[in-house]
């Protein structure tokens, strides 16, 4: 009888542990839930401040920006026709014959004299423009100027200057 007792004791002790044991895995896991459960919110808040620090960012950053269009060079070949200016035949000039910049010197086979304002635009975009890929410096007060460098100094210099 004694045998039964303990035996009984015994088992009632184990399923007794096996209950706490079981009430604490289920409180651990319920602090382990809910602290997952507080990082994904943080988490969540994190990655909406970031979205937020991306956009003021890209909002700064593109202050300066003009959409990689027609746009841009529009700009840009404005800022040099407008400090470029007409006709030009001064003999103290080493560009010589000049109208809106473009020079008798560097395009001998031109009328200089009989140069149009969208004549200039094409030869600016294609001279100077497409090939040193202005288009792709995506502030356009910093395109502009290293464009109007390149046109009066040649690309070389104006890129050492940069």
């Known amino acids: 009888m004694i045998l039964q007792t303990l035996t009984a004791i ?14 604490e895995w289920f409180q651990k896991n319920q602090q382990l839930a809910e602290k997952v459960f507080r990082l994904e919110e943080r988490i969540i808040s994190l990655h909406k401040e970031l979205n937020d620090l991306e956009a003021r960012i890209s909002a700064m950053a593109n202050k300066n920006t003009l959409p990689i269009t027609d746009e841009r060079f529009e700009h840009a070949v404005s800022f040099i026709l407008d400090h470029e200016g007409g006709y030009i035949n001064d003999i103290d000039d080493d560009g010589g014959q000049t109208k809106f910049g473009i020079s008798k010197r560097i395009y001998s086979d031109l009328d200089i004299n009989a140069l149009t304002v969208e004549q200039a635009k094409a030869i600016y975009k294609r001279d100077f ?5 202005y288009k792709d410096i995506k502030d356009v007060n910093l395109a502009t100027k290293v464009f109007d460098r390149a046109v009066n100094m040649g690309s070389n210099w104006a890129h050492r200057l940069v």
Do not use: F, G, I, N
Not at 10 to 23: F, G, I, P
């Open 10 to 23: 015994w088992w009632a002790a184990k399923l007794d542990s096996r209950v706490v044991m079981q009430e």
């Open 129 to 133: 423009w497409d090939p040193q890929l």
